[in-house]
């Protein structure tokens, strides 16, 4: 079974950047799947961020665009996030998660990212 | 960017038919594709994939949930509902990028 693990810093200082790591097994990230990064708000809005497919190309949100780098390590499995210049406005909970045009299947359990000074 | 709107929340009694709607802001359909996705969210636990193109059910869910819908109207119905369906359900559209999600419902109990 696919199961996916984010792991990073529980708390961001505002105009620093966010860096998060996806782990992945039970599947080889080049095997198929987009790998995705999608956030939730406190107050429940959800949003995605963007993915790197399985041969590495990238798409991300336009709202995130200047901000926002997703790369991957094949030898470890893993798929990353860096997310630059963050503010208060940024605190959210983040998902890594498997992407298909059948939505997003597995999900990684989240974790919680604080922007504060 | 395609905007979803849910309602905040609706309340049912346990046994009865709990019916969420889910209005885009343009069509998410192609062909006979409806790119439309449904997913319950309980407190401290990840989303969990229920049904995805509308009216496919995921892997390992109870046949109690179902979904209906093309073009910007869609709906997920669970019934009968039980306890354990007391969750936040979003839905979220794949037609266009960017992927977005609506704000989600709050099922609650009567």
């Known amino acids: 079974e696919i199961q996916l693990q984010e792991s990073g810093p529980g708390l961001v200082k505002p105009s620093q950047s966010l860096s998060l790591t996806c782990s992945v097994t039970?599947?080889?990230?080049?095997?198929?799947?987009?790998w995705s990064w999608i956030r939730k708000f406190p107050g429940n809005k959800m949003e995605w961020m963007g993915y790197i497919s399985n041969s590495g190309s990238t798409n991300y949100n336009p709202s995130l665009k200047i901000r926002i780098s997703i790369t991957r390590d094949t030898s470890k499995n893993q798929f990353f996030l860096q997310l630059n210049s963050v503010t208060t406005e940024d605190t959210a909970t983040y998902y890594c998660?498997?992407?298909?045009?059948?939505?997003?299947?597995?999900w990684g359990q989240g974790t919680l990212v604080t922007v504060s000074s | 960017d395609i905007v979803l709107t849910q309602s905040p929340a609706l309340a049912v009694s346990l046994g009865q038919r709990a019916t969420i709607s889910c209005r885009a802001s343009q069509s998410v359909s192609i062909s006979r594709y409806n790119l439309m996705h449904w997913y319950q969210q309980k407190p401290g636990q990840q989303p969990k994939l229920l049904i995805y193109?509308?009216?496919n059910l995921a892997s390992g869910i109870p046949a109690r949930f179902s979904g209906s819908g093309s073009g910007t109207d869609f709906t997920l119905t669970i019934n009968p509902v039980q306890a354990d369906d007391i969750a936040t359900y979003y839905c979220?559209?794949?037609?266009?990028?960017?992927?977005?999600f609506g704000a989600g419902t709050k099922l609650e109990l009567k």
């Open positions: 998660a498997t992407y298909t045009y059948q939505g997003f299947a597995y």
């Open positions: 039970g599947y080889t990230i080049t095997s198929g799947y987009d």
């Open positions: 979220q559209q794949s037609r266009e990028s960017p992927n977005t």
């Open positions: 193109r509308a009216s």
